[in-house]
């Protein structure tokens, strides 16, 4: 009777956190929902801003953010797998992947003012990449870097040693299993280190705020070298910068919901990716 009494105990704290969670999700989509959807319209998802950004849309801050997301991720994704596929089948336990697992669990809780600060004297000022997309990208793949290592060498741990002997036996080298066996079964656990990357690269501010982000243009980029508007900080822009806050303000809440849905729609195409690749392993296995 005390161990069905404990763990009803322990079911009810778990649904009720979960349902704090939710709650809690479900105010703040309701809080931006009744501040900004009466502003979103075909013209403000489309047009550039105009008269100072009181008026227009916020099309260059959508299409900054895409580019600097897809980029960031691109830049991060083949050094945060081989760093992971080192670490989980090939590195010898012992004081090197120590301090590898050590400096990519600090590089985890560094400040993002500190990446925004790296990347504004490196790739903008050392490299001489300027504040460009470039920079930005560059600056905000080393931020995801340690979420896509840790992700992707868990989901690595996750394929059974079995497997990997198996296959070995049967002939083929470590990489052959790894590049044939090993990945692809992982690869649905992967994506979902990208699904988190692409939330965490889509809602950061500070390292694009010297590195790629601009408060105002009506131009859209047309290299990797141009300059671009962002959402996230468009929004602390309009908040914190403008100068017509009665106009504004509405626009910063506008541009809240459209970057939400932005990651929302981001997140639901990896998902279905991973689906699919997890549908087609499943039909394989059997």
């Not at 991060?76 to 590195?91: F, K, T």
């Not at 300059?227 to 809240?256: C, D, F, N, R, W």
Request: glycine share 6%; with cysteine; hydrophobic share 50%.
């Amino acid at each position: 009777m005390n161990k069905r009494f404990k763990q009803a105990l322990g079911f009810f704290i778990v649904k009720t956190l979960v349902l704090a969670a939710l709650t809690v999700l479900a105010a703040i989509l309701i809080f931006l929902f009744a501040k900004g959807a009466g502003i979103i319209s075909w013209d403000f998802l489309a047009k550039p801003p105009e008269n100072s950004m009181t008026e227009g849309g916020i099309f260059p801050a959508i299409l900054g953010t895409f580019y600097l997301v897809f980029f960031s991720v691109l830049f991060s994704l083949p050094p945060g797998l081989a760093c992971a596929i080192y670490l989980n089948e090939y590195s010898p336990k012992g004081w090197f992947s120590g301090i590898i697992r050590i400096s990519i669990n600090n590089l985890a809780g560094v400040p993002s003012i500190v990446f925004g600060l790296f990347g504004l004297a490196v790739f903008v000022k050392q490299l001489g990449f300027g504040v460009s997309i470039l920079s930005g990208s560059l600056t905000l793949s080393i931020v995801i870097l340690p979420l896509i290592i840790s992700s992707t060498q868990e989901a690595l741990m996750t394929v059974p040693q079995s497997i990997r002997e198996a296959s070995m036996a049967l002939g083929a080298t470590k990489w052959t299993t790894i590049r044939r066996i090993v990945l692809p079964q992982a690869t649905p656990s992967i994506l979902t280190a990208v699904i988190l990357s692409i939330g965490r690269a889509a809602g950061e501010t500070a390292p694009i705020l010297f590195t790629a982000a601009v408060f105002y243009t009506r131009e859209l980029p047309k290299s990797l070298f141009s300059e671009v508007m962002a959402l996230p900080y468009h929004i602390y822009a309009l908040i914190t910068e403008g100068t017509h806050p009665e106009t504004q303000i509405k626009i910063a809440y506008g541009s809240s919901l459209v970057l939400l849905f932005m990651v929302l729609f981001l997140s639901m195409a990896a998902i279905r990716i991973r689906q699919r690749h997890r549908s087609h392993y499943d039909k394989i296995r059997r």
